[in-house]
């Protein structure tokens, strides 16, 4: 069974540093990228930006690109986001999502979910 | 910047059929999946590549893309259809949402 696992809540103050994770499971970790996405209290689906566990190759959104940044450790099947500097504008629910794997991007979708972690920032 | 574009809300009497539209430029040379979301819960995908539907997703359920517009159609829409849902393309590298529709039955 495809699994995918996320870290519990975090509750940091502005300017702190935080590296949640996305433990998968049940599937080959290397052949499908993992995709993160935000929703901010009340609000929409955001993607912030993708990566190929098989060669840690990423793609952000120009929305987060200067903030955040995506990473995987393939001896464990995890994939992480980190910011190195919170701000409370962080404070939202993010969700990893594993893509499937169609040779045309364009065909591409989000089969499988984490079940969202909760950040609060606050001072 | 490709945007895709949901109506805010869309209501429907149960046993009737729901339409949820997405709108974007030249949707229909894209693929469009389709999320339903319900409060507290994580994403769930009900359409993909326009029409298809994933194992343990209800016939109900349905799609069609064209020229500029997708759409999702829940036939026969029940109570527990109510949630939020999302249309979702790709644009070169990057994934595209809509902004949401909020069904209510």
């Known amino acids: 069974e495809v699994q995918l696992v996320q870290s519990g809540v975090e509750v940091k103050k502005p300017g702190e540093s935080l590296r949640m994770s996305c433990q998968a499971s049940?599937?080959?970790?290397?052949?499908?990228?993992i995709t993160w996405v935000r929703q901010m209290p009340g609000r929409g689906l955001e993607w912030m930006g993708r990566?190929?566990?098989?060669?840690?190759?990423?793609k952000y959104s120009p929305s987060f690109q200067d903030h955040i940044t995506i990473s995987v450790d393939k001896s464990v099947s995890i994939a992480y986001l980190h910011w190195n500097s919170l701000k409370a504008s962080d404070s939202a629910v993010y969700y990893c999502?594993?893509?499937?794997?169609?040779?045309?991007?364009?065909?591409?979708?989000?089969?499988?979910w984490g079940q969202g972690t909760l950040l609060i920032v606050s001072s | 910047s490709y945007e895709l574009t949901q109506p805010p809300s869309v209501s429907v009497s149960p046993g009737q059929t729901a339409h949820i539209t997405c709108s974007g430029d030249?949707?229909?040379?894209?693929?469009t999946s389709w999320y339903q979301q319900k409060p507290g819960q994580s994403p769930v995908v009900v359409i993909y590549?326009?029409?298809k539907r994933p194992s343990g997703i209800p016939e109900r359920f349905s799609g069609s893309n064209s020229g500029n517009t997708a759409t999702l159609i829940i036939s026969g829409t029940q109570p527990l259809d109510e949630a939020d849902y999302y249309c979702?393309?790709?644009?070169?590298?990057?994934?595209?949402f809509g902004g949401g529709t909020k069904l209510t039955v």
């Open positions: 030249k949707l229909g040379d894209k693929y």
């Open positions: 999502a594993r893509v499937t794997r169609e040779l045309l991007r364009l065909e591409r979708s989000l089969d499988y």
């Open positions: 049940g599937y080959t970790f290397l052949n499908y990228w």
């Open positions: 990566i190929d566990p098989g060669d840690s190759s990423t």
């Open positions: 590549q326009d029409s």
């Open positions: 979702q393309a790709w644009d070169d590298h990057t994934v595209i």
